[in-house]
């Protein structure tokens, strides 16, 4: 080949290459080139805070709102924002009213209907319940409270088909209406319920409330458009993705809701985390030969996987903290089932005592020995109801009391939960000593700061416990009075007595404490209206000093007397008792007293009676707990079947176990005497069914 040739055979190679080129510049305009995107969308939000709302001034305002906004000027997106009915988001998207959505969750039927971008927000549905109560099972058919938001009636129908909706406006209002007693069962967020929960006029102290993740309700929630502009979510889903790289997002989540922020960013992290490992990989095959982008790429991986790691750390000690919740209601539920069984058996003693000592009336020595088991049964009464006070299910009603009073009757029970080697003593200076306080919540704080005492003690010491008059007065000028707590133990450092009331805060090895006692007391102390305070050193000892608002008048004692009512002519009841000892006595009592009395086992015998002798009882005495059918269910299937009846409840629990029972019923407290006992049946039947 001459050297023309070969010149023109490089001309020719040149031509054909710059022809492909060009072949393949258009190919990529034609065909690789990224669909049209609209430059402004109409965006849709409803009343959902701290996600969504309208502001003061009618603008959206919300963490969604916020988040969405940012990514759409990031893309080059013009936002018009339209407010919605929380009920018509999907119909406003399917209209062309609106096109896209922040956040909306990603669910089957929605999918054939609309444009779903990757998921940036995952979450799991939380049933709150009152008084302790279960999960709910499938066929629960109650009310259950819940926003009004479509997601929220799809959770429903799919895992409680047979409930009741009952609509609040948001969030707050659930939070408050299952604190106030008028819902038992709903739907809430956990921001929203803490946030509640912390406002001491909520009433949530007492409420009992205890939170369920519904099983497999993890939801995925993501920018939803209408068909057409599937561009403009992608968009603002890949804006988001800059967010989180860039760390923008973190600070404009956060402020709105540290619960809601948490579940973002955890889940955001973790997404970012899986796509970054997914580009190293492929990263390091393209790049393996620059040492360079190799080792920022590793670097990249290791700042993902602390990230992760990070995130999981704070699921496990979120973990931890409901672990420990859980011990303590374990604790509660422990302490009240043996206060219930105990109520049987002292019922038992004090009914049979009074009985033998009707009959023993002449004969010398008998009547004392009677007297004194009488006396035992008395004390076991007040034991039954410390334990209930340590259970919770002793009802919070604040009255006068006497602190010197209230510390002296607790001294043997603070005796007894205090090692041999720790000595205790009482100083009670103050006068006058007056409060208003809950009897029961005193009895917590007074335990609560002396097993803190007992702790910091390991190798014995002394604990005093003592009341002074306090020359400082409340805000409202009200004069207080000083309890204080000082013990010779191993005391705090600085930085560990700062973070003392925290909730959950402990320096005790795992399954030694929950953090809780401490924090319980601050919120006792400031519901009461007083205050508390700690100064501890290191070696030395602790001090707790309470200040409490004096108050004038004498101590209120709420002591059950019988009542003088007339007596009444024979009837026949219904006796309904699991626990045979306890019926052979309301039983013999009855008679005694000349009436006829059907005895019952349970619920469903109790039922068998009352449809086979319509008409004839009238009134039924029952026990509240019971296996198979409760009292309770028993009164509600009663007056269904057969129209209005008596019925007198029998329980060792406070007056709010029969809270809403209806018209009707009534209750007698356990333990209590034969004429407490005849007093209460005779009220019952003089009263209108």
């Keep these: 080949m001459t050297e023309g040739d070969r010149g023109r055979l ?7 290459g710059m022809a492909i080129a060009a ?35 009618g603008r959206p305002r919300g963490l969604s709102v916020d988040v969405v906004s940012e990514a759409a000027r990031r893309a080059g997106l013009a936002l018009d924002w339209v407010q919605v009915d929380a009920r018509q988001a999907d119909e406003a998207l399917r209209t062309g009213r609106v096109d896209v959505w922040p956040g909306l969750t990603v669910v089957p039927h929605r999918e054939r209907e609309f444009f779903f971008s990757d ?23 109650g009310d259950v409270g819940v926003a009004p938001l479509p997601i929220t009636e799809y959770v429903m ?10 609509h609040r406006a948001d969030g707050n209002a659930l939070a408050r209406d299952l604190c106030a007693g008028r819902l038992s069962v709903a739907l809430v967020a956990a921001g929203e ?41 992608t968009r603002i889903r890949a804006q988001i993705d800059q967010m989180a790289a860039d760390g923008s997002i973190a600070t404009m989540v956060l402020p709105y809701s540290y619960h809601a922020a948490s579940e973002i960013l955890a889940v955001y992290q973790l997404l970012q985390a899986r796509s970054r490992a997914r580009w190293l990989t492929i990263g390091a095959v393209v790049l393996s030969v620059f040492l360079l982008a190799t080792l920022a790429l590793l670097a990249a991986l290791y700042r993902a996987n602390r990230a992760v790691r990070r995130t999981y750390e704070e699921k496990a000690a979120l973990e931890d903290k409901l672990h420990a919740a859980e011990r303590l209601e374990l604790v509660g539920q422990l302490a009240g089932g043996v206060a219930h069984d105990f109520n049987n058996l002292v019922t038992v003693i004090v009914g049979y005592s009074d009985l033998a000592a009707e009959s023993a009336q002449g004969i010398p020595g008998l009547r004392e020995s009677l007297d004194e088991i009488r006396r035992a049964g008395d004390r076991a009464t007040e034991l039954v109801q410390q334990l209930l006070t340590v259970s919770g299910r002793q009802a919070v009603e604040p009255r006068v009391l006497a602190l010197h009073d209230a510390l002296t009757g607790m001294q043997p029970m603070l005796r007894r939960v205090l090692r041999e080697d720790i000595t205790l003593r009482l100083r009670l200076d103050a006068a006058p ?41 409340t805000p409202a000028g009200t004069a207080t009075v000083r309890l204080w707590f000082e013990d010779s133990g191993v005391g705090m450092r600085p930085e560990v007595a700062a973070r003392a009331f925290e909730p959950f805060f402990t320096t005790k090895g795992p399954g030694r404490g929950t953090g809780l006692g401490l924090a319980s007391v601050h919120g006792i102390v400031t519901q009461a209206g007083g205050e508390v305070h700690l100064r501890s050193v290191p070696d030395e000892g602790t001090r707790f000093d309470i ?31 699991d626990r045979d000892d306890v019926r052979d006595l309301v039983v013999r009592i009855l008679e005694s007293a000349g009436h006829r009395v059907i005895p019952a086992s349970d619920g469903v015998a109790a039922l068998d009676v009352l449809r086979a002798r319509q008409g004839e009882v009238a009134l039924v005495l029952t026990d509240m707990v019971m296996p198979g059918l409760s009292g309770p269910a028993l009164y509600q299937q009663a007056q269904a079947a057969g129209g209005p009846i008596r019925f007198l409840f029998i329980s060792g629990y406070s007056d709010d176990a029969i809270a809403g029972a209806g018209h009707g019923a009534t209750l007698l407290p356990k333990p209590f005497t034969p004429a407490q006992l005849v007093a209460a049946v005779s009220t019952a039947l003089l009263s209108e069914a």
């Design 547 to 577: 200040r409490l608002p004096l108050v004038e008048g004498p101590s209120e004692h709420r002591e059950r007397v019988v009542p003088q009512v007339a007596p009444v002519e024979s009837r026949t009841l219904l006796v309904v008792e």
């Design 10 to 16: 490089g001309t020719r190679l040149r031509r054909a």
């Design 157 to 166: 129908r799919q895992h409680f088909p047979r409930a009741r909706l009952v």
């Design 23 to 57: 072949l393949a510049a258009v190919t990529a305009f034609l065909f690789l080139r990224p669909g049209e995107v609209p430059r402004s969308a109409r965006a849709g939000f409803t009343h959902d805070p701290p996600y969504m709302y309208a502001g003061p001034d």
């Design 193 to 233: 319920l803490a946030r509640v929960s912390t406002d001491p006029t909520a009433g949530c102290a007492s409420a009992g409330l205890r939170a369920h993740v519904v099983p497999e309700s993890t939801l995925r929630i993501a920018v939803a458009a209408r068909r057409g502009h599937e561009a403009s979510a």
């Design 433 to 473: 000593d007056h409060v208003r306080m809950d009897p029961g919540q005193l009895s917590r704080v007074l335990l609560n700061l002396t097993l803190n005492a007992a702790d910091a003690m390991p190798e014995g010491g002394r604990l005093t416990i003592g009341t002074a008059t306090d020359p400082a007065k």
């Design 119 to 141: 998921h940036w927000l995952q979450t799991v549905v939380w049933v709150v319940v009152r008084d302790n109560g279960k999960l709910p099972g499938p066929d629960f058919a």
